[in-house]
């Protein structure tokens, strides 16, 4: 099976504007697939589902798959009724990131590709979303290739699997919004401070090593994960998709550096490229933020 | 009944102090990875599994098993094995968290009364519906996330009794959904059963103070007359933008003493105290206290009010000595 290219959904706050220009580009990118959609935070509405919506249209008629994400954090009413409308969209294929939105699209009989937060580390529970209409799986992120191929080979025939591949980690949700505690604000009155910071606002140890980012309610990685030099393993191990998560600036770069390691060219130094170090330790089954041969 | 008083038990001592202090149930681990406190020394084996039942049991009090680590299929059984030995124990509930092993033990053993664990990260009625109806979950613990006015939603819109974290150790993200701790030192709550292991920790008396690390990453420094806590990583000092503060969250204990008649009188089932990797000291003092406010509150909801007393004493156990509402009040978030 040939390996495709995804560009994950936006995990940051951006303008409108550079938005729109962001996937007007993406549009022409190799990527295959596309994943759209506020999965973060819903106090974020620059864009609303009728603007995804009109995103998708137009990724699709550029011969995109589009896949509408869910968010990941469910609290309120209004969450559960924009869940409503993503689950009901009769259009999209919608990426379930909390079991809230597995039932919902079980209930509506319609396939759907199974997050990685939705916390799946066995074939069994695998199995189980695949019974409910799951046509494409993420492993969590913190897998390690040897958990991957463990569930991999007790696999249900015919479901897909997609690799969280290129990007800053997404490592943690909570109420707390972290930027707006950074500036001293309340969450309900955040000032929407991360449209300041388009690749998150990083936070580093007291003696001044990358550490995370804080991107509103969820924390990520300081550094960057990537998998470029592992194209052939994924390949070998089944994976069918990798998917890289969108940076503000040299995506194109990274999207072509990808395609490229796809055809069998060597894999290219994207350190320039990347908004932090370079980090691929769940991987290789230790820390997250190991890199290569294991040291930190 | 309402507003149950679940205490935590990390060993058998501990868990007949919490029964003799007013525990209607406690919950308990195995001893190994199956669930969220893997710590040494800590957990049941099954000896002292079926002796704390006994105990129980004899007293008319419950015990729940905590499996609320996520499986991984090369060592699937072991979790399946738990909740068989559960079933054959006669435990009174096991808490999931994972999908595929609820379906385990609802095909294995239709009988055994299922909890989907706060490890489930279920935040909405919508989820705690699926697990519902797909596995017969008949209590479910909130994630330390939501309102009070948003839990009252929850209760509203599922026949799912709602189990509410009421003291201890406060976990600032989604449980569940929180892989710090494996970012950095390779071994999570969801697989490992642990969150900033002790193996881990590094302490070092330097020039510029006490430093504690975890896997060479520093997480704070001391000054003199600063008391060092655990170095559990969401509540270390980092630098943001050139500031250094508790950039996630400070050392600080949930206690929501204050929230009991809010929590009557909307219908929560059970109020969860955190803690079975502390001492059955610690246990004894917070279940007499817990059990003093619930049967207050129970007797005379309008009349509530928290006692100086038990205040005092529950702020001597909290970490950091402080202790906030946590979620459950906005300005919190």
Redesign the interface.
């Known amino acids: 099976m040939e390996m495709k290219l995804s560009l994950g959904p936006l995990l940051y706050y951006w303008p409108r504007d550079d938005v729109f220009a962001f996937y007007a580009a993406a549009a022409t990118w190799p990527v295959a697939r596309v994943y759209l959609g506020e999965t973060v935070c819903s106090r974020r509405h620059l864009l609303r589902l009728p603007d995804w919506l009109e995103l998708a249209e137009g990724l699709a008629a550029a011969g995109k798959e589009v896949v509408l994400s869910s968010q ?6 209004s ?2 009724k924009t ?1 409503r409308k993503l689950a009901g969209n009769g259009r999209f294929l919608v990426e379930a990131n ?7 699209l079980a209930r509506a009989g319609v396939p759907f590709v199974a997050g990685s ?1 939705l ?1 799946v ?9 695949a019974g409910l209409g799951a046509v494409r799986w993420l492993p ?3 897998v390690s290739r ?2 991957l191929a ?2 991999l ?2 696999a249900p025939a015919g479901i897909e699997t997609e690799v969280f591949a290129y990007g800053k ?1 997404p ?8 930027t707006a ?2 500036y001293n604000l ?3 009155d955040c000032q929407f401070r991360c449209l300041d910071h388009a690749d998150g ?9 990358p ?2 980012t ?1 991107n509103g309610i969820q ?1 990520q ?1 300081a550094g960057v994960y990537t998998l470029i030099a592992l194209v052939p393993e994924l390949a070998t191990l089944g994976v069918s998709c990798l998917r890289l998560s969108p940076q503000s600036r040299h995506m194109e770069r990274v999207v072509g550096a990808f395609h490229d390691a796809l055809a069998g060219a060597p894999p290219a130094d994207l350190a320039r490229v990347m908004p932090g170090p370079p980090v691929d ?2 991987w290789r ?5 190991d890199h290569g041969d294991g040291a ?1 | 009944m309402p507003l149950d008083l679940v205490c935590p038990a990390g060993n058998l001592v501990s868990l007949k102090t919490a029964i003799d202090h007013g525990a209607d149930a406690v919950y308990i681990g195995f001893r190994d990875n199956t669930n969220a406190r893997a710590f040494p020394g800590l957990n049941f084996d099954e000896a002292q599994a079926a002796e704390g039942l006994r105990y129980a049991h004899a007293r008319g009090r419950r015990v729940l098993l905590a499996l609320n680590t996520y499986p991984q299929t090369d060592t699937w059984r072991r979790w399946t094995d738990a909740v068989d030995r559960a079933a054959a124990l006669g435990i009174d509930a096991v808490i999931l968290a994972d999908a595929g092993l609820m379906r385990y033990a609802v095909r294995h053993h239709p009988q055994l009364r299922l909890h989907l664990s706060v490890q489930g990260s279920a935040t909405s009625y919508e989820a705690i519906n699926f697990y519902h109806e797909h596995f017969g979950i008949q209590r479910a613990v909130l994630p330390r996330v939501l309102s009070l006015a948003q839990v009252e939603n929850v209760v509203k819109n599922t026949p799912v009794e709602i189990e509410l974290f009421g003291f201890g150790g406060l976990c600032v993200m989604v449980e569940g959904r929180c892989l710090l701790s494996s970012y950095c030192t390779g071994e999570s709550p969801n697989t490992a059963g642990v969150c900033s292991p002790a193996r881990a920790v590094q302490w070092k008396e330097t020039a510029a103070g006490l430093e504690s690390r975890l896997n060479g990453v520093l997480l704070d420094r001391y000054g003199k007359h600063e008391k060092a806590g655990y170095p559990t990583l969401c509540k270390g000092r980092f630098e943001v933008a050139g500031e250094t503060y508790y950039a996630l969250e400070e050392p600080t204990s949930l206690n929501t003493l204050d929230l009991l008649p809010a929590m009557l009188k909307m219908g929560i089932a059970a109020i969860k105290i955190e803690g079975r990797q502390r001492s059955p000291a610690y246990v004894a003092q917070v279940t007499r206290v817990w059990r003093a406010a619930i049967d207050a509150v129970k007797r005379d909801a309008a009349g509530f009010a928290p006692t100086a007393a038990w205040m005092a004493e529950l702020n001597k156990l909290s970490e950091g000595q402080s202790h906030t509402l946590g979620a459950y009040h906005r300005p919190w978030k």
Request: aromatic share 8%; net charge negative; glycine share 8%.
């Open positions: 990941v954090l469910i609290e309120s009413e969450d559960l869940l909390e079991w809230g939105a597995v039932r919902l937060t916390n580390y066995n074939a069994q529970t695998l199995d189980v979303l969590p992120v913190e040897t958990m463990a569930v080979e007790q980690l490592l943690a949700y909570s109420a707390r919004c972290f505690r950074h309340a969450k309900d606002l990083p936070l580093a140890s007291r003696e001044g090593r550490f995370l804080l924390t990685s330790g769940y089954g230790g820390a997250g933020l930190c």
